[in-house]
């Protein structure tokens, strides 16, 4: 490597990205710039290190063994800015600028507005952006500030609350069931149509492991998040899990098997430590737990 020649961060991080995805249509999408500019980039960062860094084929992109040794230390890199901005948010004292709140599909519709037109009222300089995901929001890369999470989190690095619990049943409509000849004191499991909340496997394995009754069960559809399974389940397709405090917003959903009781979900409140410092990003956890605690409806 020259010594002599700079070292761009703004190619480091996109190698790094690329180095993650695989490809450069798919870092490109998640960087946001074109692949042709990626492209460049990698191409301008191995000029300047003086090395090639992937290997270029049919098959796609596969690192070198000098881009293998890069990464350890790009990756290095890249968590050491990130925790230095997490430190300079978390310093901050302005009650201006934006909070980024991540939440499943069913907080971010029943809880979050209710919460944001609060807060409205007390920061009205303050402006709270909603990320809707059932997906893992990484907190330590900033993909969010605040994370209402179903399960404890681990990593050491993260601070989180207990707003709640979240109780589970085996909902259906009136039609599917008047269709099926449903008898909850005389079960027909053969005769049921289960819609399934994640992948057909998960739904399987876990009603399986639940009860021997549950054993080759049907799969008539699968949904990713509460509110497509929902809607699944008012056109009659089937029986699906739903959560207790959802389905009594929705009288037309029937609660059924009520002697199978499901397993019941923690609701936690995570944040970065680091954020905890700040005043703004601490008012607003704290404000948050308080609201779901308030609102939560753990029946």
């Known amino acids: 490597m020259n010594s002599n020649m700079l070292f761009d961060w703004h190619y480091a991080y996109c190698f790094l990205i690329v180095a993650e ?57 890249h968590e050491s800015a990130n925790k230095a901005s997490l430190l300079a948010a978390g310093t901050s004292k302005d009650f201006h600028g934006r909070v980024c709140i991540s939440a499943t599909e069913w907080f971010a519709t029943t809880y979050l507005p209710k919460f944001i037109k609060k807060m409205r009222g007390l920061y009205s300089n303050l402006c709270i952006e909603v990320v809707s995901t059932n997906e893992l ?26 707003v709640g619990i979240e109780y589970y049943g085996f909902y259906a409509s009136q039609d599917y069931l008047e269709s099926i000849e449903f008898s909850d004191e005389s079960v027909n499991w053969k005769s049921i149509d289960f819609i399934g ?8 394995s876990f009603l399986s492991s639940e009860s021997t009754m549950f054993n080759n069960v ?69 404000h948050l737990a308080q609201f779901l605690i308030e609102n939560m409806h753990n029946n």
């Not at 999408?29 to 290997?55: A, C, D, V, W």
């Not at 909340?197 to 399987?204: G, V």
């Not at 509110?227 to 056109?235: D, E, G, S």
């Open 21 to 77: 995805t695989g490809s450069l249509s798919s870092a490109a999408k998640r960087i946001g710039i074109s692949q042709p500019t990626l492209g460049r980039n990698i191409s301008n960062l191995e000029e300047q290190l003086s090395m090639t860094l992937f290997h270029r084929s049919t098959q796609g992109l596969s690192l070198t063994q000098s881009g293998r040794q890069l990464l350890i230390h790009v990756k290095e890199m």
């Open 137 to 162: 929001t990484d907190l330590r890369k900033q993909d969010a500030d605040i994370a209402i999470r179903n399960g404890r989190p681990t990593e050491p690095d993260l601070i989180a609350r207990k």
């Open 197 to 204: 909340f994640h992948k057909f496997e998960q739904l399987a």
């Open 218 to 286: 049907n799969i008539s559809a699968m949904a990713n998040n509460t509110l497509a399974n929902c809607a699944l389940i008012k056109q009659g397709i089937g029986v699906g899990i739903v959560s207790n405090s959802h389905a009594k917003n929705h009288p037309d959903l029937i609660k059924i098997l009520d002697k199978h009781p499901l397993p019941k979900s923690e609701i936690w409140l995570v944040s970065h430590q680091a954020l905890q410092t700040s005043v703004k990003f601490k008012a607003i956890y704290d």
